[in-house]
């Protein structure tokens, strides 16, 4: 089978191809719409939707040259029905619908949650069912104990911001642009990550749930005390930040191992590119076996939702149902 992705949840546009006969991706583009939101400090809905109609196209035509096939050589259509923004989210829809009528293809929904699991099945090796997933991205954090296809247990999540999000505020606190995440990332390698001490919040709770607004009211807090932040001080606050980030997330994800009696971890979502905490979790997780998406697709990308596509379409019958869902839980699959 060979299915084309859309994704277009928030401000990446990602096209990609997918074969499942080689469990390889023929082709994949990426459109970062990050340097027009940059100005604005974060996302704007409907910049976000514009720019996705205008590249949309092109990029399609551009995936099938590159993977030198035609539509008619396709299977399938998979577009990201949800989580996302409203409007970025119905630019795909809409023309996954088109195409679908225009093709004669059949056309599915996505989960954008389940999508960003999925694609470490594209990795070799790739991980065996049962495992623990930690979703890190801009939207959510989310732990779940990930059984097979379409057989999700949410075991923990963020009360509040999301780490992404903290990242991205966190940067936003510091005059860094966005998106935040690699930004502090890179300052962070010449500070120290001991040097401000900050909450790791619900780590001593007895549950799977994070929170991170707190540690960002603690930046805050420090960030409004200092009158001139020079290099060395912002170093040091991103690189705390990514400590007590890191405990936090290190902690859950041994608590949820042990209570679920799980040997493998795969962690996926725009935060997993951080290497600094791919380090962390290395040398804290123990005797566990790590996965994670090659770093192009830890963040939104288009052969993420071919390959969930592929796998619902084995699944569900629910196709060419065209729809979005905003706010769509994983545990609703
Ligand atoms: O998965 P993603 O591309 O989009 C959502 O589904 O939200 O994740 C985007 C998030 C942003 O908050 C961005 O700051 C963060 O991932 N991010 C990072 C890094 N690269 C992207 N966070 C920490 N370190 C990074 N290197
Ligand atoms: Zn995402």
Redesign the pocket.
């Known amino acids: 089978m060979r299915i084309l992705g859309i994704e277009t ?2 401000d ?1 546009t990602g096209i990609a191809i997918y074969d499942s006969s080689s469990n390889k991706i023929l082709s994949e583009n990426i459109f970062s719409q990050a340097s027009s939101h940059a100005q604005y400090g974060g996302v704007v809905p409907e910049l976000a939707s514009r720019d996705h109609i205008s590249k949309l196209l092109p990029l399609i035509s551009l995936t099938f040259h590159q993977a030198k096939i035609k539509p008619r050589q396709i299977d399938a259509i998979a577009y990201t029905a949800g989580p ?1 923004l409203r409007g970025p989210l119905l630019t795909g829809a809409a023309l996954a619908n088109s195409l679908s009528r225009g093709w004669g293809k059949p056309c599915i929904g996505i989960n ?1 949650m389940e999508a ?1 699991l999925l694609v470490n099945l594209l990795e070799k090796p790739s991980p065996a069912f049962p495992f623990l997933t930690l979703l890190i ?4 954090c989310l732990l779940v104990k990930t059984i097979d296809i379409g057989k999700y247990e949410l075991l923990g999540q963020s009360r509040d911001d ?4 903290a ?2 505020k966190v ?1 936003k606190l510091l005059g860094l642009n966005y ?4 930004e ?2 890179r300052i962070a390698k010449k500070g120290d990550p001991r040097h401000f001490d900050l909450p790791q919040p619900m780590v001593k709770e007895d549950n799977l749930d994070f929170s991170f607004s707190g540690l960002k009211t603690a930046v805050y807090y420090l960030v409004k005390k200092k009158k001139k932040l020079d290099m060395n001080f912002k170093s040091n606050i991103a690189a705390s930040f990514q400590y007590a980030v890191s405990e936090t997330l290190i902690n859950k994800c041994n608590k949820a191992i042990e209570e679920n009696y799980l040997n493998k971890l795969v962690i996926g ?3 997993a ?3 600094y ?1 791919k380090k962390r979790f290395k040398e804290n997780i123990p005797n566990v076996e790590l996965f994670y998406p090659r770093q192009e697709r ?3 990308n288009g052969a993420m939702v071919a390959i969930a596509g592929f796998y619902r379409l084995s699944k569900s019958k629910n196709i060419d149902k065209i729809d979005i869902k905003p706010k769509w839980s994983l545990s609703e699959i």
């Open positions: 949840s928030c990446e996302g954008h960003h991205s801009g939207g959510h999301a780490v992404g999000e990242f991205d940067a998106p935040g995440g690699p502090i990332e979502g725009g935060v590119s951080n290497a905490l830890c963040t939104d």
